[in-house]
């Protein structure tokens, strides 16, 4: 999952918003002197990754994207379900999508001091230029995934996934509602992080 599906998982608090994002930015290799707040949040983290990456039904939304995108399709799902996550908030939140973006970002921006040199620039950027926002639209999706094509460091064909996703929007989108509902049981049931 990407970003905002992280945090949607993570607890209200300013160690879980950190530990659930670590998990992108070298996770284990920076918590030998954190609390276990962040610990559980960053196993959290790769809890979700886990049973992301292993079920059948993200698996089988692969076959959505063209033959030279199909090595980056689970970053580009990553990504697509930020934006269904976002198109059907109220379904999966009481809080507004304003309201739980300002409370985030506040969250993390608290933590900012301890967090590895990149992961800093990352959520600086994302706060301060609300990188949700972008996530609303499939060309703010398809301007995410050219960005993430360009810091791939080896050549790659993975720019115009936007084309893809638009083009299997809706099968990607009934995918993105059957899973989702299952990745929030699966989490919640684990208790990595008391709620």
């Known amino acids: 999952m990407n970003y905002l599906a992280h945090l949607y998982l993570a607890q209200p608090t300013a160690d879980s918003h950190f530990g659930n994002l670590l998990g992108d930015f070298g996770g284990k290799r920076h918590v030998e002197h954190l609390p276990n707040t962040v610990k559980n949040g ?31 399709a ?23 999508l304003s309201e739980f973006k300002y409370t985030s970002y506040q969250l993390l921006n608290q933590r900012i001091p301890i967090m590895p040199t990149r992961m800093q620039h990352v959520v600086t950027s994302m706060t301060k230029n609300d990188w949700f926002k ?12 050219d960005n993430i094509a360009k810091r791939i460091r080896f050549t790659n064909t993975f720019s115009g996934a936007a084309d893809d996703i638009a083009r299997n929007y809706d099968e990607l989108e009934a995918v993105f509602l059957a899973f989702f509902p299952e990745l929030i049981k699966h989490v919640s049931k684990s208790g990595f992080e008391s709620t």
């Open 42 to 72: 960053l196993d959290n983290h790769y809890l979700v990754d886990k049973f992301t990456d292993s079920h059948p039904l993200v698996k089988h939304a692969k076959q959505y994207f063209s033959p030279e995108r199909k090595r980056f």
């Open 74 to 96: 689970c970053v580009a799902i990553d990504v697509v379900f930020d934006h269904f996550l976002i198109v059907h908030w109220q379904h999966f939140s009481k809080q507004s």
């Open 134 to 145: 972008e996530y609303e639209t499939i060309d703010g999706i398809g301007l995410a995934l």
